[in-house]
Structures are given as structure tokens and as C-alpha cells.
């Protein structure tokens, strides 16, 4: 952990209202080095709450898994989910935990343009990784994959890659088999004989449907009724990790003002690195996420 320099004006033992410290310095505090120590141990605990609150939607992840795995194995065979779309995420976030580490060395050593460089281009990662997620979320919503009672599929064939031929069987289903056709039979050989009707075979199917078509498409159905449970999950874990994505871009952004201003310097560096790691936490939850909703399967 990186070390506070003792600010020439304020120090052990001598803080108190009436001695001068640095601005910089809150007032509860005797010295930059134990300030710096109280935000790393309250930044801790919090980055330990969030730990917990994510653990909660993994436990539900996991639950939800082995009670419906063929929900999962579906979405993933039926691309619901782009893999490209989220590997591309996986990158942009990956740089952007790069440029806020390479931020955070720059504010302790006082390279104040590397600094605002690092921290815009983690700006742009971020912004960069929400742009992904818009696209996909609008496919989503136009296709009715929702949740639970929203959940309303549509037929698709696209550019997207997506075929939901599961919803197709559920939402249209089969033509019934043509009727019996009855026909006058040719005149007997014998007069006496009375005139007699038959019976002529169906057409044959011009498909080529499975012997058990129809327990193939009730496993269909069942699967397409079940699948709000999956698009709940995604919703839930991806829109909470969006949602700080957003309040990581505010941090990052009160940072990039302070770094444009000059207020960090090697004696004060305190916001960086707790930002930092607030960041790099974000991008933790994510390398979970990527694989959890998009690979497994």
C-alpha cells in the first residue's frame, strides 16, 4: 500500500484547532498518513458489503441453475446472449483497470498529465462499455426477451445471429394432418355387389418430422416458458453492475476535475487510489459475469 509523505506542517502530536495543516488535511486527523490509512480501511469495508451483495445474485445464479439447467444450456446454444458483444466488454474493461492503475501510479509520483490522460481514457472505457450493453439490451427489448410476465418473444431472423426456433415451435404450431379423403371406389366386377366408399391415406408429410414431434415440442414449450427465469438473472446481475459502471464514471469524472485543477499532488493522493479500487472491483464482478451468463453451458 502506498505511503502518505509527512506534510511539513502538520505533525504526530502537534494537531490540535489551534495548529495550521494543510488544506488538504481534515481537521479529526493528526497527520496525511493516518488520513490516508482511515479511507483505505473505510474503502475496504466498503468493497466488502459489495462483495456480499454480488455473492447474494451468485447464490441466486446458482440456485436458479440447478433447479432449471436446461434454461441455461438453451440460452446458450440458442445465442440469446452475444459472446462477441460481451468478450468485447471483457476487453474494455480490462484496458480500462489498466489506465486507472497506471492513473493511480501517476497521482502518487505527480505526473499530472499522465494522470488526466489515464483517467480520460478510463472515462472512455467506461462510456465505451455502457455503449455495448445499449446494443444489446435494445435487441433484447425488441425481441420481447424480457422478464417474467414481460417476458413476450417474437420470431427473429437477423443480422444479429439469433434464431429463436424455439419460440417459433411455441408460438405457430403445426398444420394439422389432412383430412381422411373419401372416394367412390370402382365398379365391382360382381353387379350385385353394393357400391362401397374407402378410405385414402393421408398425404405424406412433405417435412421431415421426428416420430415423437409432439413431445419434442412440448420440451420446447417448456423450455421457451421458463426462459424469463434466465433473462430475470442477466437483467438483474448486468443491470446492478451497469448501474456501478454509471457511479464509477461520476467518481472518475470528480477525479479527472481535481486532477484538471491540480489538487493532487505526491503529498495528497488519497481519492485516486480509493477510486481505483473501486473501479477495479467493478471489473472483478464482470469477469465473473462474462463467463456465468455467456460461456457456461
Known amino acids: 500500500m502506498a505511503s502518505v509523505p509527512p506534510?511539513?506542517?502538520?505533525?504526530?502530536?502537534?494537531?490540535?484547532?489551534?495548529?495550521?495543516?494543510?488544506?488538504?488535511?481534515?481537521?479529526?486527523?493528526?497527520?496525511?498518513?493516518?488520513?490516508?490509512?482511515?479511507?483505505?480501511?473505510?474503502?475496504?469495508?466498503?468493497?466488502?458489503?459489495?462483495?456480499?451483495?454480488?455473492?447474494?445474485?451468485?447464490?441466486?445464479?446458482?440456485?436458479f441453475r440447478m433447479q432449471h439447467p436446461e434454461i441455461f444450456t438453451e440460452a446458450y446454444k440458442r445465442h440469446y446472449l452475444s459472446v462477441s458483444w460481451g468478450a468485447v466488454n471483457t476487453v474494455v474493461l480490462l484496458v480500462s483497470s489498466f489506465t486507472m492503475a497506471t492513473a493511480v501510479w501517476a497521482a502518487q509520483t505527480g505526473r499530472r498529465q499522465t494522470l488526466i490522460a489515464m483517467l480520460t481514457l478510463t472515462l472512455l472505457c467506461a462510456a465505451g462499455f455502457l455503449g455495448v450493453k445499449y446494443i444489446e439490451y435494445s435487441k433484447k427489448i425488441e425481441k420481447g426477451l424480457l422478464?417474467?410476465?414481460?417476458?413476450?418473444?417474437?420470431?427473429?431472423?437477423?443480422?444479429?445471429?439469433?434464431?429463436?426456433?424455439?419460440?417459433?415451435?411455441?408460438?405457430?404450431?403445426?398444420?394439422?394432418?389432412?383430412?381422411?379423403?373419401?372416394?367412390?371406389?370402382?365398379?365391382?366386377?360382381d353387379p350385385d355387389a353394393v357400391s362401397a366408399t374407402f378410405?385414402?391415406?393421408?398425404?405424406?408429410?412433405?417435412?421431415?418430422?421426428?416420430?415423437?414431434?409432439?413431445?419434442?415440442?412440448?420440451?420446447?414449450?417448456?423450455k421457451v416458458r421458463n426462459m424469463h427465469i434466465f433473462f430475470g438473472i442477466y437483467y438483474v446481475m448486468t443491470g446492478l453492475h451497469g448501474v456501478h459502471v454509471v457511479a464509477g464514471m461520476i467518481a472518475i469524472g470528480w477525479l479527472l476535475v481535481g486532477a484538471c485543477l491540480g489538487r493532487f499532488t505526491p503529498a495528497y493522493f488519497t481519492p485516486v487510489p480509493m477510486v481505483g479500487l473501486y473501479w477495479h472491483v467493478v471489473d472483478l464482478v464482470w469477469i465473473y459475469l462474462f463467463p456465468l451468463l455467456y460461456l457456461i453451458h
Open 199 to 222: 378410405t385414402a391415406p393421408a398425404a405424406a408429410p412433405t417435412g421431415a418430422l421426428p416420430a415423437d414431434v409432439e413431445s419434442v415440442r412440448l420440451t420446447a414449450e417448456e
Open 7 to 63: 506534510a511539513s506542517t502538520a505533525t504526530s502530536g502537534q494537531h490540535d484547532a489551534h495548529t495550521a495543516h494543510p488544506p488538504f488535511l481534515a481537521h479529526h486527523f493528526d497527520t496525511p498518513q493516518q488520513q490516508f490509512d482511515s479511507a483505505t480501511l473505510g474503502m475496504w469495508l466498503f468493497v466488502a458489503t459489495e462483495i456480499l451483495m454480488f455473492s447474494g445474485l451468485f447464490c441466486a445464479y446458482a440456485y
Open 147 to 189: 422478464w417474467g410476465k414481460l417476458f413476450n418473444p417474437k420470431t427473429y431472423s437477423g443480422s444479429y445471429g439469433h434464431e429463436l426456433d424455439a419460440v417459433a415451435a411455441y408460438a405457430e404450431p403445426p398444420a394439422p394432418a389432412a383430412a381422411p379423403v373419401e372416394a367412390e371406389a370402382a365398379p365391382p366386377a
